[in-house]
């Protein structure tokens, strides 16, 4: 009887740690909204707020995407260029964000929050239980928690000396800024880090299981964030390598384990392979998006009191031949990240910034073993602890209250007039989304955000040739085409639709309603819209 009210008494402490956990975890995420919020209420009368205050211009993508996904659409067609072109199977994940939306019937950007922010609480709960299984010990996991889901760098220093180190401009580095930014970075990183330990575990258990559980995680990867691919399989390989040569010796269970891991993958990147570089037009998408990193002491900057932490952490690794905290095993795989990824931000590869993503989750785990193992002692740890995550809060907090106030005067596009809104409205009820909308690049981007509709051009990835459409717009709208070639261009790429909003009324003062090929069919003060006629 004694034993079951043990197990029945550890099987309650085990759901109230669960629930402690989970409640934090979507505290710290759902803190994210309170700028949102802010920029939403302080919306000046006649205009309203966009929703996105991260990098607009992608911000605005993932919602374009969610558009396609509302529509039951499962075949991707970029809506930021004008050609036309085949569907392809990716960026699933926001087309499925955008089906759940129109299922249960709420605007597309509030799914996209509320998607924010439980993957948001779903990575601070993986970093938990990681650190929990990791270190065998609550304190150092709550430790863990906390340093990764509040710590930042040096950035909210450096800028105001002019310079923005990756902490203030890379979200993805960061944890409570990935959160900040989009639903995929917080999910992708989740997705690696339980691939990583669940590796771990086949590693050290030799049981199967752990390493098809890292497959599939591997192959849900490829639909949300497929570059992290590139960080499972380089950690994992360089791991295993230096286990068999100071072994002297292969282990060919644990290269079962590595096929295992690579052999479920492989579908879904073959999928995205065919997907981006057999599509002539997803192809040329492909070689503009490119992320380069940016110098290695930005990283330091924006890693700050945790790079030196980790680094702790690193030498208490490297000298101590006895486990310390850790396993010998997870000992190896700490170490071999914290050395890949450097690595691998300066290889010759189109996406190298997006490679410090998760990156974070590491430096933390090494940070708490660095605290442990050289900073605290018994008597000083908790008030120690708390000191030092306060110390390495103040970047996050800069970042979440300057993108909220970054300027009084409320900046198009994160705000619209009502005019501009009425506008967007009129072309998602009174056009089809195939129809090709012409408008200056910023209005461009917002369009397949909020309407629907296809545009010439509208993000400087996503539009192929984006920089000749840039040019050809600017000709366009500032007077560089007499009206026979304005026709001939409207004609040439298809446009069914011209917006002419503010701004492109800032270029010139343009009558579009002089033009014997464009129909008026939709204006107010702010915004008219005109049909291509033949």
Known sequence: MSVENGKGREGTQRWRRLVVVAVCALLVAGSTLLPYLYAYVVAPAGTQFGGILVNPQDGYSYLAKMQE???????????????DHEGVFVFTFYLALGRLSSTLG??????????????????????????????????????????????????????????????????????????????????????????????????????????????????????????????????????LLGRWLAQRCIDWREVGYLGLLVGLTLPGLANDYVALYMNPILREWSSQNLTPSPPPYDYLLGYGLLAALAALGVAQLWRSRKPLFVSPAARQLLLVWVFVTPFLLYVPFGLQRRLITGFHVDLALLAVIGFYGFVATRNTRKGLLAVLVV??????????????????????????????ASAIRWLSENSSHRDTVLALDTTGNIIPALAGNRVFYGHPFETVRAEEKMDLLGEFFAGG???????????????ALVYYGRSER??????????????SVFENGDVAIFRVTN
């Open 391 to 420: 110390a390495m809060v103040p970047s996050n907090l800069f970042l979440a209250t300057f993108l909220a106030v970054r300027d009084g005067s409320h900046p198009y596009p994160l705000y619209l007039t009502e005019g501009e």
């Open 69 to 83: 996904g509302a529509r039951e659409q499962w075949d991707f067609r970029l809506p930021y260029t004008s050609e």
């Open 106 to 239: 709420l605007p597309l950007v509030v799914t996209y929050h509320l998607a924010r922010v439980l993957f948001g609480a779903f990575l601070l709960v993986t970093i938990f239980y990681v650190a929990l299984s990791l270190f065998r010990h609550a304190g150092r996991a709550w430790a863990c928690f906390a340093i990764a889901a509040l710590s930042s760098g040096f950035g909210w220093l450096t800028s105001l000396f002019g310079h923005l180190p990756s902490d203030m401009m890379v979200p993805e580095s960061v944890t409570y800024a990935a959160i900040f930014a989009n639903p995929h970075f917080p999910l992708g990183i989740g997705l690696l880090v339980i691939a990583l330990f669940a590796m771990l575990k086949a590693i050290e258990q030799q049981k199967v299981r752990f390493a098809i559980i890292a497959g599939l995680l591997g192959l849900v990867q490829t639909f949300i964030q497929p570059f992290l691919i590139v960080t499972i399989f380089a950690v994992t390989v360089v791991w």
């Open 481 to 495: 085409m007499d009206p026979e070639e304005e026709r001939q261009f409207l004609l040439k790429y298809g446009i």
């Open 506 to 519: 800032e270029l010139r003062p343009y009558d579009p309603a002089a033009r014997q090929y464009l129909r």
